[in-house]
């Protein structure tokens, strides 16, 4: 009897080997420490924003054309790595964004709600529309739901870049304004908030966060705010007129932000991780006008903080 225990035991682990070699091998271009962490917070790049539902990763893609200049597509994937090949737009075009689509941030609740830029007849970011969806594959399209402000106000000549996300039952919808100041075009960022997810009113502190006088001179745009016990974090973007660079900014109450200066030069944020205070930041490095790649960085916030 205690033969074929043994003779059980060792087959057992026999198993177990094969099966940790295999492992070992499918998973041998991962890093782990890049890959697997307790929470998973994506926040936007450049031209995808990503959310996961029901292990199912979804990518939302602006595609640059020529009829739309600009319009929305997808992708997905089981693994976050082997993505589909990219869908038709998703958005049928009406006249408030009948030259593009761009910029989508989703949320998912009882219903798919997507946020996205919507580019007039007359080529401006006019404003910023909301589509729905109960599946995430067929849209149909609320319509605009946040416009750019008056003449001589922050956000006057555009609004676009939206960012949401919800908290304690408030919809935080962030997003890029522009206006002129010194014969250039300026943008800072700027909050809305709802109650329902469709109505939105525009905050009197607007704007939050301000381009400064170096590497942010003459851009910031939001990411995607994350939070760590009390405090929120957004790494947000900069451009001073020649580089594109990533930034940090906190706060309490999403209200009132602070910079703790760049991160990571030449480069836009594109999705994090996060596990406590260590963030890993996939970015995307510009290496000439027609070519990037993307990165990897790790960082501890505890120590960015307390320099």
């Given at each position: 009897?205690?033969?074929i225990i043994l003779i059980l035991l060792l087959?057992?682990?026999?198993?177990?080997?094969?099966?940790?070699?295999?492992?070992?091998?499918?998973?041998?271009?991962?890093?782990?420490?890049?890959?697997?962490?307790?929470?998973?917070?994506?926040?936007?790049?450049?031209?995808?924003?990503?959310?996961?539902?029901?292990?199912?990763?979804?990518?939302?893609?602006?595609?640059?054309?020529?009829?739309?200049?600009?319009y929305i597509a997808k992708r997905t994937s089981l693994d976050g790595i082997h993505f589909s090949d990219r869908s038709e737009s998703l958005l049928e075009r009406s006249d408030f964004d009948r030259?593009?689509?761009?910029?989508?941030?989703?949320?998912?609740?009882?219903?798919?709600?997507?946020?996205?830029?919507?580019?007039?007849?007359?080529?401006?970011?006019?404003?910023?529309?909301?589509?729905?969806?109960?599946?995430?594959?067929?849209?149909?399209?609320?319509?605009?739901i946040l416009r750019r402000g008056g003449n001589g106000s922050w956000d006057d000549k555009s609004i676009h870049h939206p960012v949401i996300i919800k908290h304690e039952d408030i919809y935080y919808l962030f997003y890029s304004g522009s206006s002129h100041r010194d014969k250039h075009i300026i943008r800072s960022i700027g909050l809305a908030t709802s109650k329902d997810g469709i109505h939105f009113i525009k905050h009197l502190k607007n704007p939050l966060l301000i381009p400064g006088p170096d590497w942010d001179k003459n851009y910031v745009r939001p990411s995607r705010p994350f939070q760590i016990n009390d405090l929120w974090?957004?790494?947000?973007?900069?451009?001073?007129?020649?580089?594109?660079?990533?930034?940090?900014?906190?706060?309490n109450d999403l209200i009132t932000?602070?910079?703790?200066?760049?991160?990571?030069?030449?480069?836009?944020?594109?999705?994090?991780?996060?596990?406590?205070?260590?963030?890993?930041?996939?970015?995307?490095?510009?290496?000439?006008?027609?070519?990037?790649?993307?990165?990897?960085?790790?960082?501890?916030?505890?120590?960015i903080l307390k320099k």
């Open positions: 009897m205690i033969k087959i057992i682990l026999i198993i177990f080997l094969i099966a940790l070699l295999f492992a070992i091998w499918l998973f041998k271009d991962f890093k782990f420490d890049e890959y697997f962490h307790k929470d998973l917070f994506l926040l936007p790049d450049c031209n995808f924003r990503s959310i996961v539902k029901n292990s199912i990763f979804h990518i939302f893609e602006e595609v640059s054309g020529e009829d739309p200049i600009w030259c593009g689509q761009a910029d989508p941030t989703v949320i998912i609740e009882n219903i798919w709600r997507m946020y996205f830029d919507a580019l007039t007849e007359d080529h401006v970011w006019d404003r910023i529309g909301l589509a729905l969806s109960t599946n995430g594959e067929s849209w149909v399209k609320y319509g605009p974090y957004m790494l947000y973007w900069g451009y001073n007129g020649k580089y594109r660079s990533i930034g940090l900014a906190t706060s932000w602070t910079k703790w200066g760049k991160l990571i030069e030449n480069a836009t944020a594109s999705d994090v991780i996060v596990e406590w205070d260590d963030i890993g930041v996939w970015y995307t490095v510009f290496t000439s006008p027609n070519k990037n790649s993307l990165n990897y960085k790790n960082f501890n916030l505890s120590q």
